[in-house]
């Protein structure tokens, strides 16, 4: 995961692993494990809201580890595409964060991208 500022400048370079839900997550009950999601926290660290749903994460864990800065970019680059819940927190991080996410992956040796800003 890259994050840029908005003449293309990395701020922070950092991997995060998917899983291994903190308390936190866990106790979110039923959406708790989206929010273990590699995208979700990163979302998170570049300054979106942590929730699920209508319900917030009450330690606020991870957030602003990593600070999108306005203007800026997160560059994520997995292996699989997101999946909704993760694009949803994307969308929140980029509205929050007043920044773009974007999301590459592989498709069938391809790459292929998705991104907040359309």
Partial sequence: MTVHDRGGRILHDYDIRSGAQ???EQGMRRGGGTLSHTENRAARMAGGVS?????LVKSGEFFLEKPAPLGGYVVIDRT???CASCMGAMRRGAQNAGS???YIWQNAGRPAW???SG
């Fill in 100 to 102: 773009t996410f974007v």
């Fill in 51 to 55: 929730s699920y749903g209508t319900k």
């Fill in 22 to 24: 903190t308390p936190a």
């Fill in 80 to 82: 699989r595409p997101p």
């Fill in 114 to 116: 998705w991104s907040t």
